[in-house]
């Protein structure tokens, strides 16, 4: 017999999606197998092995890792979704659902009646519900309040009030306290009595009656220490102490800088609020810089990529009409120019090397200013010298770009003065690409704005006009 | 007495930067005054003051945290970095080199002796020598490893073996095993005599003889766990183990998604060889999301902001050449339609919009196919669905934004034909960047490149010349 496969390669399902993908696969030809049976003999047979094969795929999609359950829901075209998201047992639901990007959970939501929902949040801890808030119906929201005990009420309502970005949307409320004039015997004694410790839990809380933080007990230091000791001489004082309303960048920061597993947050008077966890600040560090990235290309949010056109479209609206906007005002300029291009038509031809490598040095300025500025590295007593720099590594490349652009204009057209006026152009673009490339995100910090969002966009638009300002102008004045 | 100062906001020296740069500006005033007094008296004044002012800073520095010192020394221009890492105790040197920038690094390795260096690695683990080697000169490196124990001979020379961002380069050998067949007791009590535990120790690996990995205890799990049981009782056997030659990345994902705080790394034969720690892993995420950052915009790599000219030149250097080529091809596409332009000079005046606005749409699309292909959501399952909808998206812009543009061509130059070409020129433009948009980073990824490297200047360029070609071509064929 011929293997009819003989020249494909073995599909290996190694990592969870291509498994899953194989199974829908089969599904998928089994049903298509039914139907023509169906037609055949007219008989509707229920199809057992379709059934079981959903099954399969059930059994094998429920021992997974929610956060495996959240990747494949994402790397799966809609219907396809919507069928896998149907198998997820609805304990699991909650779970996988703050996983998923906004974007697909979106779409999960939508297929999920209220009752549904409600049941999704039952297994979750109270800041997480509070990350699923903003994407619930209304009247999902109420009843999930209302299925809350008191203390859990206020604490998702207080979850809920901290703005997006800030260290109290990063908090949770997961910390074991202790006092600090016991033996760590009794500490000890304490935690096995518990069933199992929260995660990421490296350091126990030191706190008075009133709540306040006193210090913490590194569980590393519970471990070397002699049982006998007393908290308070086994506890450190010197801790990071987060307060709700800090941005969470900042606690990035001091995450990244101190190498912390997790750090208390305390409001005004040093009461014991709740903490921050590492693996929190790493999704906020991933999404952060998938952000920024989007944001530089013009996406306004993370897309799902399967997501409708229509929708698709809308996502990308808002940056390619400023962008337009631009375009528009770069033709005008040119539009300026007309007479002169009409009498020396090389000049249609250059113009875009100006403005195109002005854009490109400008960009290259602007991304190392962003950077500086959010590993803040940057202050008034030392911006003026970042400012010079700029412009002397402008110069050189003007000077040497230009230089080989000019040589490539007199090779092209015989033109000395044209080639001349070439180098000039682009010495006096890429200075303006420094000069602004400086001054864009230090003024949109002072503004109180992300330095970050759009100034891409706005270098480009100046080196654009500009370079096109400059190089027309000069051949205007010096060469016709 | 009138307060001169008045005016002016105090100098708050919150944070440890804000505080140099004040002590810093001190100490040059005072310099500034003695030598102005040595002019007047011809005296020569030994400066006590100065001195002591170096002493404040030197007192202040030493008592941060090395990260702390590393991120002042970054945001200082070089003669200031110098001056205040001088001050730093030699034994603090070995940490804040590690935690610079390689650009940073470089300008502090360079002022430093041979045996200044063999001296800062004294304080480091074999895995952070490791990271510092490739930029220690060679003959330091051979003192360095003259001076190790000839373990850590053995483990540094492993460390290094390993290519950069595979999971060995993150790897370090702090781990703590324990037998499976002791009760947990023993383990506490083995535990309390170490002076300390690792940092990140949130679970000891289980091995046997060979110190093959059997399974992982969890430190929460011993807390709370009866100290009779036997290790093989409370240990988990379902763990993660990277393996040194594993990509970075993979690591990062699995830190990521399921919330680790250590990892075990072992070898083929499930030979425990280290572990891998969250900390190690963040610095990994950001580096990794910056360079992404900088190779988008055409730096090659992380650039100290005070580098000299001429080393910022080399550094923009590559892809400001590749930038020149593009522009040159584009340039003379439109030297090919010279003879159109100079019949109808309104061409290039419109030229540059339909250029700049497929350019944006591409790099939008090619930066959502990189981030999905980043989160491995792409497969050859779902490839074809992806492109046809990206095809649609464009078309859509193309005839919403193309008509938009189209009735401007028509206000400003009344021609509705040309107005006509706008809007064809625009829905090709885009349709065209949305399809290299997908086809670009997938061909990348199949020929074993990183998709995200160079994309951008790629798409750029197609739709550039592409986009004058076919607004040119259509208005060459049509028009005149």
Chains 1, 2 share one sequence.
């Not at 606690?251 to 947050?265: H, T």
């Not at 602007?366 to 590993?375: D, E, H, N, Q």
């Amino acid at each position: 017999m011929i293997d009819a496969n003989n020249d494909k390669k073995p599909l290996e399902p190694s990592s969870p999606i291509q498994q899953i993908t194989y199974l829908l696969r089969k599904y998928k030809l089994l049903e298509g197998l039914v139907n023509l049976q169906d037609q055949q003999d007219q008989s509707h047979t229920e199809s057992l092995v379709q059934k079981r094969n959903l099954e399969e795929i059930q059994t094998y999609l429920n021992q997974l890792h929610p956060a495996d359950i959240a990747h494949i829901l994402e790397a799966l075209p809609l219907d396809d979704r919507l069928l896998i998201w149907s198998l997820v047992k609805s304990e699991h639901d909650g779970e996988v659902l703050l996983e998923t990007s906004d974007a697909v959970r979106a779409t999960l939501i939508t297929e999920m009646g209220n009752q549904e929902l409600v049941a999704a949040t039952e297994y979750l801890d109270t800041d997480e519900i509070a990350d699923l808030v903003p994407d619930l119906p209304q009247d999902v929201i109420a009843d999930v309040f209302r299925s809350l005990p008191i203390e859990e009420r206020e604490q998702l309502r207080a979850a809920m009030s901290y703005p997006e970005d800030s260290v109290g949307a990063l908090m949770d409320f997961d910390v074991i306290t202790i006092r600090e004039d016991v033996r760590l015997e009794v500490v000890l004694r304490y935690l096995r009595r518990l069933e199992e410790l929260p995660d990421h839990t490296d350091q126990l809380f030191v706190v008075d009656r009133n709540e306040q933080l006193k210090g913490v007990l590194l569980i590393n230091r519970l471990l070397v220490s002699d049982p006998d000791t007393i908290v308070a001489d086994a506890m450190t004082k010197e801790m990071i102490k987060l307060h709700p309303g800090d941005v969470a960048q900042q606690a990035a920061n001091a995450f990244e800088r101190y190498d912390l597993v997790s750090a208390s947050v305390v409001d005004d008077t040093d009461k014991l609020l709740g903490r921050v966890t590492v693996n929190t600040v790493i999704d906020f560090i991933r999404e952060k810089a998938g952000n920024e990235a989007l944001n530089l290309a013009g996406l306004s949010e993370e897309e799902d990529i399967f997501a409708p056109i229509l929708k698709s479209v809308k996502n990308r609206w808002g940056w390619l009409a400023i962008n337009l906007v631009t375009a528009f005002i770069a033709s005008r300029v040119i539009g300026l120019f007309e007479d002169s291009i009409e009498k020396l038509v090389a000049l249609a031809a250059l113009m875009p090397i100006v403005a195109g490598i002005g854009g490109n040095s400008g960009n290259q300025t602007i991304t190392m200013i962003v950077r500086a500025l959010a590993l803040d590295q940057i202050n008034t007593s030392n911006a003026w010298k970042l400012l010079t720099k700029e412009m002397g590594v402008s110069l050189v490349n003007g000077l040497v770009w230009g230089s080989i652009i000019g040589a490539f204009t007199f090779v092209i057209y015989q033109n000395a003065e044209l080639g001349l006026i070439m180098t000039m152009a682009m010495i006096l673009n890429l200075l303006l690409a420094a000069l602004l490339g400086v001054l864009i995100p230090l003024t949109l910090r002072k503004l109180g704005r992300d330095p970050a969002l759009g100034s891409s966009v706005m270098i480009t638009a100046v080196t654009d006009s500009g370079g096109f300002f400059i190089f027309l102008g000069l051949a205007t004045i010096f060469l016709l």
